[in-house]
């Protein structure tokens, strides 16, 4: 099983800020199967990026996924009101799925 | 507009059978390209897939819960279900139904808390 990892566990920031946010795999992932979520309190999780890199619909400019092999990143260039809410990393391979423990982006 | 209704008792007693429904509306979950799977989030803390389900019956599931769960989907009706069996508090958590499309979850029900009492 792959495991992920994700830091900071929590990120304390102020809107307009940039945050970055690290997700590590404890085995290579293939891009294609990097997927960010974000969810905020009482919500299911949103579709965020996928294949690593790849904005899904619907979703601003500000975010962006980089990264490949076992270390991938998620940032947001600007902080909006909004975006402070709870951000996963998941994976698959081998016919299994597993997410890193999540890191949260709370306002300063 | 695809969307995703779970539906279920909200308690369940220890060492029984948990087993939620999941309404898929706007698309068919005969669809050819899409599975279809429950995920589970336990009170504060993060996200497990529990298994998915093609519309063929073929599924697959995490290992981690020792083979205690079955996904099932009924074409007729336009749902999907999960049954876990020998709950224990352990699995007292809000569960989701979603949309797999190419190994990644794109459209989510809005979850159901299930608790497990003693």
């Known amino acids: 099983e792959i495991v992920l990892t994700q830091s900071p566990g929590t990120l304390s920031l102020s809107p307009g800020e940039r945050a970055t946010l690290s997700c590590r795999a404890s085995?290579?992932?293939?891009?294609?199967?990097l997927t960010w979520y974000q969810q905020k309190p009482g919500q299911a999780p949103r579709l965020l990026i996928y294949g690593a890199s790849s904005r899904a619909t619907g979703i601003p400019d500000r975010f962006s996924g980089s990264g490949s092999g076992t270390d991938f990143t998620l940032t947001i260039s600007r902080l909006e009101p909004e975006d402070f809410a709870v951000y996963y990393c998941?994976?698959?391979?081998?016919?299994?799925?597993?997410f890193g423990p999540g890191t949260k982006v709370e306002i300063k | 507009q695809l969307l995703l209704q779970e539906s279920g008792p909200g308690l369940v007693k220890a060492s029984e059978t948990l087993s939620l429904s999941c309404t898929v509306s706007g698309d068919s979950v005969s669809s050819t390209t899409d599975y279809w799977v429950w995920i589970r989030q336990p009170p504060g803390k993060g996200l497990e897939w529990i298994g998915s389900i093609y519309y063929s019956g073929s599924t697959y599931y995490n290992p981690s819960l020792k083979s205690r769960a079955t996904i099932s989907v009924d074409t007729s009706k336009n749902q999907f279900s999960l049954h876990l069996y020998s709950v224990t508090a352990a699995d007292t958590a809000v569960y989701y139904c979603a949309r797999e499309r190419t190994t990644l979850f794109d459209i989510w029900g809005q979850g159901t808390m299930v608790t497990v009492s003693s």
């Open positions: 085995q290579r992932v293939s891009s294609t199967y």
């Open positions: 998941q994976q698959y391979g081998s016919t299994q799925f597993t």
